[in-house]
């Protein structure tokens, strides 16, 4: 069986786009997938931004915390970790890179 690297540019260009704008210390919620050919391994396929933090604007906050909380919904059955950005784009170049 080979490994299977799994190489998502689109992913890791719309993390650093969140990195440069948002800082290193965003928090996210890694979202993991299997693939057919390689049942044994997970790789981070997506994310999610992490709670939102409060800030001045209420309204906002609580809009973004609704938004949060379906989001969570969608991943309840699927294998995620909480992380900064930073750490999630670390994690998607090793992954890139895996042979």
């Known amino acids: 069986m080979n ?10 260009s719309e ?12 928090q996210v919620i890694a979202i993991y997938s299997i693939f057919p050919e390689d049942p044994d391994k997970y790789y ?3 994310y999610i931004w992490g709670e939102p933090v409060h800030d001045s604007n209420m309204d906002i906050y609580e809009e973004e915390l609704e938004i949060h909380k379906k989001e969570l919904e969608t991943i309840k059955f699927t294998k995620h970790e909480e992380m900064n950005i930073e750490e999630l784009y670390t994690k998607l170049l090793e992954q890139a890179k895996t042979i």
Do not use: H, P, W
Not at 3 to 12: A, G, K, M, P
């Open 3 to 12: 490994n299977v690297s799994y190489d998502n540019e689109e992913l890791l």
């Open 15 to 26: 993390v650093r786009q969140d990195m440069a704008e948002f800082g290193k210390d965003l």
């Open 44 to 46: 981070i396929t997506d």
